[in-house]
């Protein structure tokens, strides 16, 4: 991974950026098996939360599969991946307002179709995908987990677009995921998750009961809040 330290700006998004095109060069093919966390940091010359990051990222793109005990592998090559947004140009507070603005226009209405529409199994999925994210304690873990959650509401609306555009945006949908690390440093992380947790479990129990104007009053509020955050924390 030559001159990966010369990329100061995102040495994650740098190990994304080496893997995706060795992945689209063919260099790793479907099935191939990553090195290991302590290799990659090793050759990369960066820490553990590093790799893990960028390994969450290339996960939720699509291009690889981490498997419990086993490792990590490549699962599709780039080429056959739905086209993701760049993190690296999502930069300033009007590109990270502008991204909330597109998701108000189509998740609002995601939720209520998803009160309508879910099934049983997909509220269970729902309920899993929410359990994971109050549970994550890292960033990483939690952006994977959020946008887990936020996906198992496009899937329950039962209609494949709503699912294929927020898995176009992937973590980038997340303003968190562009925050400098000097304004995370002043934030009391726990109190923010614990407020985002809870303002998913609104969105989470009007589905559950079906209701259709809940469920979007619901989503509308958690973007604006989201959108409030961000605005504070730039």
Sequence with gaps: MPGLLGRPRNLAQALVDDFSRRIGEGALKPGDKLPSEVELMEAGGVSRSVVRE???????AGLVETRRGIGTFV??????????LDPSTVVTLQDVTAILDVRMSFEVEAAGLAALRRTEVQLADMARALERFERASDTGSSLVSDFQFHLQIANA?????????????????????RLNTVTIARLDRQQAHSRLVGEHEHIYNAIARQDFEASRAAMRVHLANSR???????
């Design 54 to 60: 960028a390994l969450s990222r290339l996960q939720v």
């Design 157 to 177: 609306t039962n209609n494949r677009y709503f699912v294929e555009i927020v898995t176009h945006f992937g973590t980038s949908m997340f303003p968190r995921a």
């Design 75 to 84: 699962l599709n090559a780039l080429g056959s991946a739905t086209p993701r």
């Design 228 to 234: 409030a955050r961000v605005i504070k924390s730039y």
